[in-house]
């Protein structure tokens, strides 16, 4: 008999190892992954997926929009309880990120079911699709058409950044599936995953449970200004569009800072045109990517930097366009579901505190529809998003085993 909350934690590393390799890059010198949603690398690492996913012996479903779900044979008509995350990544990851959670959900249900013990109700696996945001906005694109939040039609109609469909990608894929979208409404949702910052690596806290998902204002900014020579045109005549965005950028990391805290504030995309080095600039197109826990924290975040740009246009002279491309209020998670957390962290002799995260994750759209909570377990220097992303075997398998317990609990459960 296994210890309870027990795993086979080398077989969870050896798949992380495996899919980890799909997609592998080399960025600064460091192997990492770069397996962006819809690629050839993302179909790929869903062909692997999915057979593990028959190997341990589970139905597979794929909807409209590419989602995957694994369920325990002949149960299909039952609730089940279901952990999930995605195998999406950022260009140049790291092997853990959302794929821990899926490995890791499947060698908990393999283990519940090799036990065989008695359980009210049936067990589940969700991949969802585009949960990066890096190729397709909004990010947690899959959660969200599972959870009401849009239509398949409209998910499949979105354009990304490369000028790529979404639909006509998952027809290239294969990965166009009949299970009907948001047919299955877990019982609860659980979602295992790295912490991708320093807090439990720090404290030297073994996990996490998370009470919150932080908002998230994802904005696109476009400046108008007047291209012109470098060498002749004064400098007070200029309507610089790079000198306008440096400013605006400048603002929202200077933003954060001061309101502290939650507060996050990131330019993760720039362009300049035309991009002469003798050229002012006459066009400068940037995100701006805001988070906040606190709901009307994260609406002052972006009525500030809203009235600054205005001011930047009237200043520089210039013309600011602001689009939304996607935005998500802070997520409180279930009471119960937290409670069956810190059971099993309990039942298993082990430590937690509470956690607020940081970055969005597809349990905040699962959230909507059933109760829903998070498990975390330490990122080494807090590093994510960056090949340099590593954590412990021996965390890894704590996390799972943590997984396993809560699930056996929850699937006790009315």
């Known amino acids: 008999m296994s210890l309870p909350g027990a795993v086979d934690g080398e077989r969870l590393g050896r798949r992380l190892e495996e899919l980890g390799a799909v997609g592998r890059v080399v960025r600064g010198g460091v192997e990492g992954v770069c397996r962006l949603a819809l690629s050839e690398e993302d179909r790929r690492g869903r062909d692997l997926v999915i057979s593990w996913m028959r190997e341990d012996g589970l139905e597979v479903r794929v909807d409209a929009v590419g989602n995957i779900f694994a369920l325990e044979p002949g ?11 995605h195998i999406d990544s950022v260009d140049g990851a790291g092997k853990y990120d959302g794929c ?31 949960e990066e945001g890096v190729r397709y906005t909004p990010d947690m694109l899959g959660s969200l058409v599972h959870a009401g939040g849009m239509t398949p039609e409209e998910a499949r109609n979105l354009r990304g950044f490369d000028g790529t469909v979404v639909g006509e990608e998952l027809d290239r894929m294969g990965y166009s599936g009949d299970f009907p979208c948001g047919s299955l409404i877990p019982a609860a949702y659980v979602e295992l995953h790295v912490e991708q910052g320093p807090v439990l690596f720090r404290e030297g806290t073994p996990l996490g449970v998370v009470e919150v998902v932080t908002g998230i204002s994802w904005q696109e900014f476009e400046i108008s200004g007047t291209a012109n020579h470098a060498g002749t045109t004064p400098m007070e005549g200029r309507r610089d569009a790079a000198v306008a965005a440096a ?18 504030a990131t330019v993760g995309m720039l362009r300049l045109e035309p991009g002469g080095v003798n050229v002012v600039p006459d066009r400068a197109l940037f995100t701006v990517d805001l988070r906040h826990s606190d709901a009307r924290a994260l609406e002052e975040i972006e009525e500030k930097v809203a009235a600054f740009g205005e001011d930047v246009a009237r200043q520089e002279r210039v013309a600011v366009e602001r689009r939304s491309l996607a935005r998500f209020d802070p997520v409180p998670f279930d009471p119960g579901v937290m409670e069956a957390i810190r059971r099993a962290v309990a039942d298993l002799g082990m430590a937690s505190r509470p956690m607020i995260s940081g970055a969005g994750h597809d349990a905040q759209m699962m959230a909507r529809i059933c109760p829903a909570a998070m498990i975390f377990v330490p990122s080494r220097d807090g590093i994510s998003h960056n090949p340099r992303e590593y954590t412990p075997p021996e965390d890894l398998e704590r996390g799972a085993r943590v997984l396993r ?7 006790e459960r009315d």
Do not use: C, K, Q
């Open 75 to 85: 149960r299909e008509g039952e609730i089940p309880v279901m952990a999930g995350s």
């Open 100 to 130: 821990y959670g899926v490995l890791a959900a499947l060698e908990a249900l393999r283990a519940i079911r090799h036990e065989g013990g008695a359980r009210r109700r049936p067990l589940a696996v969700g991949v969802f699709t585009n």
């Open 247 to 264: 400013r605006v950028i400048l603002f929202v990391r200077d933003l954060a800072r001061e309101m502290g805290g939650a507060a996050r």
């Open 405 to 411: 317990r809560t699930l056996e609990i929850l699937a």
